[in-house]
């Protein structure tokens, strides 16, 4: 008996979303893709109320690699996630972010910033004095250093990438449910199926936890 689904993907904001877009999307994936989301309006998602920040400025370079993929595709989102010619809007604002430190923790922010000019980050570093004159706002008197990232690094709408992931997984063949998942079948080590607060029961091969900010209810389940 086959399952209701290869990959159920529990949660249908961003992070599920994409999961749901980049496997229907991949000629190496051919099962199904079911998504389980508990409100399909978002009113209350993690995604929605999100900031939606991008920045470079990280201390691993897994992490800036991973920063790097997110702008690269964002930048051609509008033509990726399009759906009868029509594309999401992410209104991508470039406006930078500002690290600072004190004096105690200048060493760790220049540590930061040698990480990511050797990934080919180009952020500034600040001394206080240019600090003060680049952001005469700012009360520089307890402040020794600051880094900013003055090119690639600011903010998209993230309730637009959400629902341009969602279209596009859509229209590949995803299968999208609204349902709350209210328990998990194990067996041995696997998890079989979710169990829906109506009653029902969705069986898979493969379940990801992608519920944000409710991840760690979903795990309790296993």
């Given at each position: 008996m086959s399952?209701?689904?290869?990959v159920?993907?529990i949660g249908?904001g961003?992070?599920g979303?994409?999961?749901?877009y980049f496997?229907?999307?991949s000629s190496?994936f051919d099962?199904?893709?079911?998504v389980?989301?508990?409100?399909?309006?978002?009113?209350?998602?993690s995604?929605?109320r999100?900031?939606?920040?991008?920045?470079?400025?990280?201390s691993v370079?897994?992490?800036i690699?991973i920063a790097?993929?997110g702008?690269?595709?964002?930048?051609?989102?509008a033509?990726?996630?399009?759906v009868d010619g029509?594309?999401p809007v992410?209104?991508?604002r470039e406006?930078?972010?500002?690290i600072?430190?004190?004096?105690?923790?200048?060493?760790l922010l220049?540590?930061?910033?040698?990480v990511?000019?050797?990934?080919?980050?180009?952020t500034?570093r600040?001394d206080q004095a240019?600090?003060?004159?680049?952001?005469p706002?700012l009360?520089?008197?307890?402040l020794?250093?600051?880094?900013?990232g003055a090119r690639?690094?600011?903010?998209i709408?993230?309730?637009?990438l959400?629902?341009?992931?969602?279209?596009?997984?859509?229209?590949?063949?995803?299968?999208?449910r609204e349902?709350?998942?209210?328990?998990l079948?194990?067996?041995?080590?696997r998890?079989?199926?979710?169990?829906l607060?109506?009653?029902?029961?969705v069986?898979c091969?493969?379940?990801?936890?992608?519920?944000?900010?409710?991840?760690h209810?979903?795990?309790?389940?296993?």
């Amino acid at each position: 008996m086959s399952n209701d689904a290869d990959v159920l993907i529990i949660g249908g904001g961003v992070i599920g979303s994409a999961i749901a877009y980049f496997l229907c999307s991949s000629s190496d994936f051919d099962g199904k893709v079911v998504v389980l989301e508990q409100d399909s309006s978002y009113q209350f998602a993690s995604t929605s109320r999100s900031l939606g920040g991008i920045r470079l400025q990280y201390s691993v370079p897994e992490n800036i690699a991973i920063a790097k993929f997110g702008l690269e595709f964002y930048a051609s989102a509008a033509e990726r996630l399009a759906v009868d010619g029509e594309g999401p809007v992410l209104g991508f604002r470039e406006a930078g972010y500002l690290i600072l430190a004190s004096a105690f923790g200048q060493v760790l922010l220049d540590e930061n910033l040698a990480v990511q000019r050797d990934e080919g980050v180009d952020t500034l570093r600040l001394d206080q004095a240019a600090l003060a004159e680049r952001f005469p706002w700012l009360n520089v008197a307890d402040l020794a250093v600051g880094a900013f990232g003055a090119r690639n690094e600011g903010w998209i709408d993230p309730y637009a990438l959400l629902q341009g992931f969602r279209r596009k997984a859509i229209s590949l063949g995803a299968d999208y449910r609204e349902a709350r998942v209210v328990g998990l079948k194990r067996v041995g080590a696997r998890i079989i199926a979710a169990k829906l607060e109506s009653g029902g029961a969705v069986s898979c091969d493969t379940v990801v936890n992608a519920a944000g900010a409710r991840a760690h209810l979903i795990a309790q389940m296993a």
